[in-house]
């Protein structure tokens, strides 16, 4: 088995948000990952005295440990309850229900000898691999699927969109929003290897096009996560017209995890 992760800040000047973790028990019975991307909030606050790489340390935490060791749990409980360990940690002073309290994208994966469980909330991507090489993107599209304009401004998107029915989820402080993941489950068989990516990662193939998610998991295979990133900055650095990246940040943290079984 291979396991290979890479994670890079957008900026030296910020922290890196992402947080990410790839875990293979010492008995050999199987592993897990765990893939968060940190939602940064707009310069008027977020109601919170704890920054968004705490809140993803806290909550990916709570994640490698129950997915790994809670095998009675399904993924979205192990969800729901990182999520109320982690509120629970910080319910005072912190005001909860702002709509921009700390929050993450979720990717987590599970797997055994016999099956691959799997769940996804909001816009980080998993790649599931067919032994004979076709390539399967799960992906939350919510955010695809808001009306034109919902996403014009961060105080338009809170209003109407974010953590509300309709429009996207991530996981924030409302344990119940884990039932709104994309889950499943599939045969161990039926799957050769696996990739987990944050949207700063995934802009290989959902801005700059260069590829599609088979060619995707390709670079990954052979160049590496860093590989796959370091890519992603050259074009970044390339955009100077911003053709591709047209409002979106120029450098945004990125984060790969590859599995092959």
Same mark, same amino acid.
């Given at each position: 088995?291979?396991?290979?992760?890479?994670?890079?800040?957008?900026?030296?000047?910020?922290?890196?948000?992402?947080?990410?973790?790839?875990?293979?028990?010492?008995?050999?019975?199987?592993?897990?990952?765990?893939?968060?991307?940190?939602?940064?909030?707009?310069?008027?606050?977020?109601?919170?005295?704890?920054?968004?790489?705490?809140?993803?340390?806290?909550?990916?935490?709570?994640?490698?440990?129950?997915?790994?060791?809670?095998?009675?749990?399904?993924?979205?409980?192990?969800?729901?309850?990182?999520?109320?360990?982690?509120?629970?940690?910080?319910?005072?002073?912190?005001?909860?229900?702002?709509?921009?309290?700390?929050?993450?994208?979720?990717?987590?994966?599970?797997?055994?000898?016999?099956?691959?469980?799997?769940?996804?909330?909001?816009?980080?991507?998993?790649?599931?691999?067919?032994?004979?090489?076709?390539? =399967? $993107?799960?992906? !939350?599209? +919510?955010?695809? /699927?808001?009306?034109?304009?919902?996403?014009?401004?961060? *105080? &338009?998107?809170?209003?109407?969109?974010?953590?509300?029915?309709?429009?996207?989820?991530?996981?924030?402080?409302?344990?119940?929003?884990?039932?709104?993941?994309?889950?499943?489950?599939?045969?161990?068989?039926?799957?050769?290897?696996?990739?987990?990516?944050?949207?700063?990662?995934?802009?290989?193939?959902?801005?700059?096009?260069?590829?599609?998610?088979?060619?995707?998991?390709?670079?990954?295979?052979?160049?590496?996560?860093?590989?796959?990133?370091?890519?992603?900055?050259?074009?970044? =650095? $390339?955009?100077? !017209?911003? +053709?591709?990246? /047209?409002?979106?940040?120029?450098?945004?943290?990125?984060? *790969? &995890?590859?599995?092959?079984?």
């Amino acid at each position: 088995m291979r396991m290979e992760l890479a994670t890079e800040s957008g900026s030296p000047e910020r922290p890196n948000e992402d947080w990410v973790s790839a875990a293979l028990p010492a008995c050999g019975q199987g592993g897990a990952l765990v893939l968060l991307d940190g939602v940064t909030p707009p310069e008027g606050g977020d109601g919170c005295v704890h920054s968004v790489p705490w809140f993803t340390a806290r909550l990916g935490g709570a994640l490698a440990e129950l997915s790994s060791s809670r095998r009675d749990l399904t993924l979205t409980e192990a969800l729901a309850e990182s999520i109320r360990r982690t509120a629970d940690t910080h319910r005072s002073p912190c005001d909860l229900s702002h709509v921009r309290t700390p929050q993450a994208t979720v990717v987590l994966a599970r797997w055994d000898e016999q099956e691959i469980e799997y769940l996804v909330l909001s816009d980080s991507v998993l790649l599931l691999e067919s032994p004979d090489g076709a390539v =399967r $993107a799960v992906l !939350d599209d +919510r955010l695809d /699927r808001l009306p034109p304009g919902t996403l014009a401004s961060e *105080a &338009v998107a809170d209003a109407r969109a974010r953590n509300k029915e309709g429009g996207f989820f991530t996981a924030a402080a409302d344990h119940r929003v884990a039932s709104r993941a994309v889950t499943g489950r599939l045969p161990r068989a039926e799957v050769r290897s696996l990739a987990a990516l944050t949207d700063g990662a995934s802009r290989w193939t959902e801005k700059f096009r260069v590829g599609d998610w088979t060619a995707t998991l390709e670079l990954l295979r052979k160049a590496g996560p860093q590989g796959l990133i370091d890519r992603v900055r050259e074009l970044e =650095r $390339a955009d100077t !017209d911003r +053709r591709f990246l /047209r409002r979106s940040k120029t450098h945004d943290d990125a984060t *790969a &995890v590859l599995v092959e079984f």
